[in-house]
C-alpha cells in the first residue's frame, strides 16, 4: 500500500484507530474514493463539516465528455470520455450499494444553435469534435424537430451527441455517503485546517475549492449561477435530452429531470462570491425560452451559485503532492467533477492499493504546477 503504514512508521500515532487513509472532503469526488478504498479493505475516514455542501449541490450533473470537447484540451477530453464510458456500471453499482436512485438517464444530449451566427459557431465546435473520432451526429431541422418538438420553430439547427448522459447530483452525493458508510467508511463533521493535522496512512486531498489552502495548488474558485424551474402541476419537462445551445451568443443548457425540474445554467465568472444577478438570472432565461418557449410557464423554484475548483489548464489535479508520496490531491475538476468522478476514485484507489500510477494520472500530476524556486515553507511541507 502507499504511504505509511500507520501502525509501524515513525512519525505518526500509533494506535488501532488510525486508519490507512483519511480523505479531505465529502463531496462526490472524496465519498467515491471513501467508498472504493473501503471497499477495498482499507480503514478510512473522511473529514467535511457539510458534507456535499460544495461546488456538487449546484451542479447540473451533465456528463457530457462530447459536448464538452473543446479546443486545446485534448488530454482533458481523453480522461472525460475514459471516465463516462464507466457511468453506466458505476451508477448501477452505486444504486446497488446505496438502493438510491440517483437520477441517472442515458437520453443523451442535443446542442443547437438559435440563429445563422450560433450555428455557424457551433459547427465549428462539431467539426472539432468529429474530428477527434467522438460520436457528434449532425441533424437537420426536421430530424431536430422530430426528436424534441418543444424546440422553438426558430432553432436552426443542431447536432446528436446521444452519449453525452446525465445524473442529479443532489441524489448522486447522498448515494455515495451511503454507500461509503455501508462498505465501513466513517465520517468526521470537522474541517481539516492543517495536513500536518491528519494522522492516516494516506491523506486525500479531495476538498474542491478548500484544496488550495491546504496544498498551495492553484485551485481558485470559478463562480457560476443557476436557475431550477418547475413545470406546472410537477408534470415531466416536455423534453427529454439535455440541451445545450447558443442563443444570440449566449450559451446556455437545459436538463431535465424527473419531477418536471429543469436545471439552466450557468454562468462562468472569475469571481469567488456566491449572489445571483438579475441581469445572470434574465440572460439565462431568455436564452432557455428563445430555445424552448414553454419554459416561460414554468415556475423559477431556485436561483444559487456555486464555485467551481478551476486550475490554470481546466484541468483536474491527480496524485501525489511533490516529496508527499503520503498525500494524493484529487481536487480541481472544475465543470466536470461530476462526469470525472468514476475514473476518479479508480485511479486513486488502485494507486493507494498498489502504489502503482495508472498511465491515465500523468498528464494530471500536480507536478506541473510545482513551484519553481524554495518549496521551504510551502504548505504540502
Ligand atoms: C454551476 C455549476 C454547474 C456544474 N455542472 C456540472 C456538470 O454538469 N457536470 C459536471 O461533471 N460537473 C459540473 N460542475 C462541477 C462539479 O460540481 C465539481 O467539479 C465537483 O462538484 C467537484 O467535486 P469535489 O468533490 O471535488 O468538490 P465539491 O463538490 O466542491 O466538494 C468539496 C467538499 O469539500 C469540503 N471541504 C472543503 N474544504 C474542506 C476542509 N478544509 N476540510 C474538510 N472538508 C472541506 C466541502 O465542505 C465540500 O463538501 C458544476 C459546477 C457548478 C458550480
Known sequence: M???????????KKGPFLPDVAVVGAGPVGLAIAWRCAARGLRVVVHDPAPGSGAAHV????????????????????LLTASAARWPAFAAELADASGADLGYRADGTLMVGLTADDLAEARRLWAYQQGLGLPVTVLRPSELRDREPALAPRVRGGALAATDHQVDPRRLVPALRTAAERAGATLVAS???????????????AAGCGAAALTGLPVRPVKGQV??????????????????????????????????????????????????????????????????????????VETLAGLRPGTPDNAPI???????????????????????????????????VTGE???????????????????????WN
Open 59 to 78: 451542479a447540473a450533473g451533465m456528463l457530457a465528455p462530447v459536448a464538452e470537447a473543446y479546443f486545446g484540451e485534448h488530454e482533458l477530453t481523453g
Open 2 to 12: 502507499l504511504g505509511r503504514d500507520p501502525f509501524t512508521t515513525a512519525g505518526v
Open 227 to 300: 436557475l431550477r424551474l418547475r413545470a406546472p402541476g410537477g408534470v415531466a419537462p416536455g423534453f427529454r435530452h439535455v440541451i445545450r445551445g447558443y442563443a444570440d451568443g449566449e450559451h446556455v443548457y437545459l436538463v431535465p429531470r424527473g419531477g418536471g425540474e429543469v436545471v439552466v445554467g450557468a454562468t462562468v465568472e472569475e469571481r469567488t462570491d456566491t449572489t445571483v444577478s438579475a441581469g445572470a438570472v434574465l440572460r439565462l432565461l431568455r436564452a432557455a425560452v428563445d430555445l424552448v418557449p414553454e419554459l416561460g410557464e414554468y415556475d423559477l
Open 357 to 379: 500510477p495508472d498511465p491515465l494520472l500523468a498528464p494530471f500530476a500536480p507536478d506541473r504546477f510545482a513551484p519553481t524556486g524554495s518549496e521551504e515553507g510551502h504548505p
Open 318 to 352: 491527480l496524485g501525489p503532492l511533490p516529496g508527499r508520496p503520503d498525500v494524493l490531491a484529487a481536487t480541481g475538476h472544475h465543470r466536470h467533477g461530476i462526469v470525472l468522478t468514476p475514473v476518479t476514485a479508480d485511479l486513486i484507489t488502485d494507486l493507494i
Open 191 to 205: 474541517p481539516v485546517r492543517r495536513l500536518s493535522d491528519v494522522a492516516a496512512g494516506v491523506t486525500v486531498v
